[in-house]
């Protein structure tokens, strides 16, 4: 089934019933849609927004408490607004040993969230990922996709500094 992006379809400027008619219309009595239309939803929000939840459920005649299920089954669907910062630390094996947990740690403390969450201010967000394809440079972390190597407790507290 050949998925094109909603942005194909619907500006981005549209208001939150015109996207919520464009999903229903596309992926309404399909087969297996209702992952597909979150994919939908998450690529356009960046999340899947609670308002748009709730009134796609009966457009797409599936239970509010089906799109939650999978919504929250799926570690790729975000119930919050991306961070305006995503700060990536790797936990592969190599960045383990090296001290990848205790960066996770300081970071949390920092910032005040935990793994997966976003700042209430909405600047970071956090995530955890598996290798990130630069082990010797362990442990390693990114921000919006800046790789930062050989990372210290210190050194994260003086980067995240910098983009606040
Ligand atoms: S384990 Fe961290 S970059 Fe590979």
């Known amino acids: 089934m050949e998925n094109k992006p909603l942005t194909d379809t619907i500006e981005p400027t549209e208001n939150q019933d015109a996207v919520v008619a464009a999903l229903a219309e596309k992926w309404r009595d399909k087969k297996g849609s209702l992952i597909m239309a979150l994919h939908d939803v998450q690529s356009h929000y960046g999340y899947i927004p609670r308002d748009v939840a709730r009134k796609l459920a009966p ?15 799926y ?25 990848a947990p205790e960066l996770i740690e300081e970071i949390e403390s920092l910032l005040g969230i935990k793994e997966g969450q976003t700042t209430s201010d909405g600047l970071f967000q956090l995530e ?3 290798c990130l394809g630069c082990c010797g440079l362990a442990p390693v972390k990114t921000i ?3 790789v930062h190597a050989k990372m210290t407790r210190k050194q994260v507290a003086e980067i995240i500094a910098k983009y606040k």
């Open 59 to 73: 457009q797409l005649n599936v239970p509010l408490a089906r799109i939650y299920e999978v919504s929250t089954f």
């Open 75 to 99: 570690n790729y669907f975000r119930l919050t607004p991306p961070g305006k910062h995503v700060i990536n630390v790797c936990m592969g094996t190599a960045c383990y040993l090296k001290g």
């Open 128 to 130: 955890v990922v598996r």
């Open 144 to 146: 919006d996709g800046e």
